[in-house]
């Protein structure tokens, strides 16, 4: 009996309700922060403060408003004593609340300091745009000197007049040139702003201009040139498969196939017509199965080059050719060759489209280079498209 009663004394004291706490006793809250000092930046400042001598400190907060009813905080720990606060879109004066956290959870008073962030990324990029009338659309040119993630919008009307988004450029290049396109001749309005990741937004710029007439090139004119240092054709797959509309041919043809040859190597056709062009669509080999894209015979780095003369040389020398794009073609997913996704397929499906240059001469002949392919010593296209101003 007597060692009965003395296990279940034991199994009722083991059966008691853990309590964990923190090993820092409860106690008064820290003491705040001492001499600030505030470095400006863009869209952001620096904030340097003193510790007070407490070893429970565990980070300082700063708690403020990047706009009217938006909070962000951040926080820096014990071992550094400056914090940074960011997401400002505007150079106005803001207050900055700082607080000492101990290892109990419990915050010091407050410490107000006021900064005036130096002009944020996303209005320097919207002081920069230039929009100029392109083929079909408008160009757009911006400079992003600290390389932020900003998005360029671009506004018009649609088909029932009313005015909403009509392309979105995201970048954190430090700058770049680009064209929406898609749209008539006709006057019509343009908006541009821009916005970051902070939820940010600038005003809106609004132009009203006539995009530049596009039109899509007639196919049934464009002829093969066979000039001296051209790549031939090889397994019957003859250049006209270019222009023949056909993007998926199946294993049996529907492409254009070179001969293997060293790098570089390039190929010579007739648009038939001179033309200013605006841009450039090419289409991979992309027959089943999938894993043909993004890999083989099909071109990964490449330069197209135009020739207004009558004639271009007819020795195949380059003294008469003017290049209008360099590319390289980009696998969305990432994937090593021969895996693809279903964001491969569809890209692939759309084609490499490539704007050409409002500096670039009419031109009527067009030479490629081809520099680089995904594996082999021949290449693959499937199909071109041109677009332009005759």
């Given at each position: 009996?007597?060692?009965?009663?003395?296990?279940?004394?034991f199994s009722i004291i083991s059966c008691k309700k853990a309590v964990h706490s923190s090993i820092y006793p409860d106690g008064d809250k820290p003491a705040p922060l001492t001499s600030t000092s505030v470095v400006n930046s863009p869209g952001s400042a620096t904030i340097t403060y003193s510790l007070p001598g407490d070893n429970s400190i565990l980070y300082v907060k700063a708690s403020y408003e990047i706009r009217k009813g938006v909070m962000r905080e951040a926080k820096s720990s014990y071992y550094s004593n400056s914090v940074t606060v960011d997401g400002f879109g505007d150079t106005l004066e803001h207050e900055v609340k700082?607080?000492?956290?101990?290892?109990?959870?419990?915050?010091?008073?407050?410490?107000?300091?006021?900064?005036?962030?130096?002009?944020?990324?996303?209005?320097?990029?919207?002081?920069?745009?230039?929009?100029?009338?392109?083929?079909?659309?408008?160009?757009?040119?911006?400079?992003?000197?600290?390389?932020?993630?900003?998005?360029?919008?671009?506004?018009?009307?649609?088909?029932?007049?009313?005015?909403?988004?009509?392309?979105?450029?995201?970048?954190?290049?430090?700058?770049?040139?680009?064209?929406?396109?898609?749209?008539?001749?006709?006057?019509?309005?343009?908006?541009?702003?821009?916005?970051?990741?902070?939820?940010?937004?600038?005003?809106?710029?609004?132009?009203?201009?006539?995009?530049?007439?596009?039109?899509?090139?007639?196919?049934?004119?464009?002829?093969?040139?066979?000039?001296?240092?051209?790549?031939?054709?090889?397994?019957?797959?003859?250049?006209?498969?270019?222009?023949?509309?056909?993007?998926?041919?199946?294993?049996?043809?529907?492409?254009?196939?070179?001969?293997?040859?060293?790098?570089?190597?390039?190929?010579?056709?007739?648009?038939?017509?001179?033309?200013?062009?605006?841009?450039?669509?090419?289409?991979?080999?992309?027959?089943?199965?999938?894993?043909?894209?993004?890999?083989?015979?099909?071109?990964?780095?490449?330069?197209?080059?135009?020739?207004?003369?009558?004639?271009?040389?007819?020795?195949?020398?380059?003294?008469?050719?003017?290049?209008?794009?360099?590319?390289?073609?980009?696998?969305?997913?990432?994937?090593?060759?021969?895996?693809?996704?279903?964001?491969?397929?569809?890209?692939?499906?759309?084609?490499?489209?490539?704007?050409?240059?409002?500096?670039?001469?009419?031109?009527?002949?067009?030479?490629?280079?081809?520099?680089?392919?995904?594996?082999?010593?021949?290449?693959?296209?499937?199909?071109?498209?041109?677009?332009?101003?005759?």
């Open positions: 009996m007597v060692c009965f009663l003395t296990v279940l004394f700082l607080y000492v956290v101990n290892r109990s959870d419990l915050s010091s008073g407050a410490v107000t300091v006021k900064v005036k962030p130096l002009t944020p990324p996303l209005l320097s990029v919207y002081r920069s745009l230039k929009v100029t009338p392109d083929f079909g659309g408008a160009n757009i040119q911006f400079v992003n000197p600290m390389k932020a993630d900003v998005v360029i919008v671009t506004l018009t009307a649609d088909s029932t007049g009313a005015i909403g988004a009509a392309n979105s450029k995201y970048t954190a290049a430090d700058s770049g040139s680009y064209s929406v396109r898609g749209y008539d001749s006709t006057k019509r309005v343009f908006g541009f702003y821009v916005k970051d990741t902070y939820g940010n937004y600038t005003d809106t710029t609004y132009l009203t201009f006539s995009p530049l007439y596009e039109k899509f090139l007639d196919k049934s004119k464009f002829r093969e040139v066979d000039l001296p240092t051209d790549v031939a054709y090889d397994w019957g797959l003859v250049m006209p498969n270019l222009w023949d509309g056909i993007i998926k041919g199946g294993l049996i043809g529907g492409f254009f196939h070179t001969q293997a040859k060293p790098f570089p190597m390039w190929f010579t056709f007739d648009l038939g017509v001179k033309v200013r062009l605006s841009r450039i669509t090419l289409w991979q080999r992309q027959d089943p199965p999938a894993d043909w894209i993004y890999n083989q015979n099909n071109p990964k780095v490449f330069e197209i080059y135009g020739c207004s003369d009558a004639f271009p040389n007819a020795d195949g020398s380059w003294g008469d050719w003017t290049m209008l794009v360099h590319h390289e073609v980009v696998k969305p997913s990432g994937l090593p060759m021969g895996s693809v996704t279903q964001a491969d397929i569809d890209a692939a499906a759309g084609g490499e489209e490539m704007t050409v240059g409002l500096d670039k001469p009419a031109v009527r002949y067009i030479r490629v280079k081809i520099l680089q392919t995904f594996t082999n010593s021949a290449t693959n296209i499937a199909e071109m498209s041109f677009w332009g101003q005759p």
